[in-house]
C-alpha cells in the first residue's frame, strides 16, 4: 500500500532516519507495508521487531537502520498511511464532474472512499491510533488530519448547495452529519458492534441516507 518518496514528503518524523537511496526507501516501505498489515491482526504493543522484521525477511539491524525505535515507526507508519488515503480523496474530487454534482452522488462517494479505507490495511492503522491515544492524545492528530482533509472537501463540493436564507444552518448540518458519519466508522473499527457491519452493503446505504437526510440543503 505504500508508495512513499522523500522526494514528495522530504520532512521525515522525529526518529525515522532520511532514505536517499531506492533501497534504503523500499527497505523502509516494505517494513512500514508490513507494520500496517500486522496492525489489522493485532495490537501495536504486541508486536515485537523481530516479528515485523522477518515478515519482509530482513533482520533487526536493518529496521534500526530505518528507525530510532517502535515508537518513530508508528510515527511513520501513520504518516505513510493518511498522507495516501488524503492523495486518494483529493484525486478523486479534483475531477470537474463532482462541482455540478448532486449532493446524494457527492455522499455516496465520500461514503464509498471512507469505507474503502477502511477495507484496506489503513484499518489498522486507525485502531492502532485509538489504542495509543488513550496513552499520548497526540496520536490521533493525523487520523484527525485525514478526518478534516475529508470534511473540507465535503464543505467545498457542497457550497453552491447551503440554504441561500440560511447558510449557517447548511454548513452546520454538514458538519455535524460528517461526525455522525466518522463517529459510527470509527465504531465499527473498534469492534464493528452492529446490527449493520461494516462490511455489509446495508452500510454504505444507511450511511448514504443519514447524510442525505440529516443535511439541510437546497432541492438538487
Known sequence: MVHSSDKKNPASPLGVKPAYQGRSR???????????????????????????????????GTFYSRFSDKDSFFVATQKAAVTE???????????????????????????????????????????????????DPSAWIPIHQYGETISRTLL?????????DDPKKSLDSISFAFQM????????????????????????????????CFTQLKKD
Not at 516501505?29 to 508486536?47: H, Q, T, V
Not at 458519519?181 to 454504505?204: C, H, W, Y
Open 26 to 60: 523500499k527497505r523502509r516501505d516494505e517494513l512500514i507495508s508490513a507494520g500496517m498489515a500486522l496492525l489489522c491482526e493485532k495490537n501495536f504493543a504486541d508486536i515485537s521487531i523481530i516479528e515485523l522484521t522477518s515478515a519482509c525477511g530482513y533482520s533487526v
Open 85 to 135: 488515503m488524503i492523495s486518494i480523496i483529493e484525486t478523486e474530487f479534483s475531477d470537474p464532474y463532482w462541482k455540478a454534482a448532486s449532493a446524494e452522488e457527492i455522499f455516496r462517494k465520500i461514503v464509498d472512499l471512507m469505507v474503502d479505507a477502511l477495507s484496506t490495511d489503513f484499518r489498522g492503522v486507525v485502531r492502532g491510533s485509538i489504542a495509543i491515544t488513550a496513552s
Open 156 to 164: 467545498l463540493l457542497l457550497q453552491s448547495k447551503v440554504l441561500e
Open 181 to 212: 458519519l466518522f463517529g459510527t466508522l470509527m465504531q465499527a473499527i473498534l469492534n464493528d458492534p452492529g446490527p449493520v457491519k461494516l462490511a455489509s452493503p446495508e452500510m454504505r446505504d444507511n450511511l448514504t441516507r443519514m447524510l442525505i
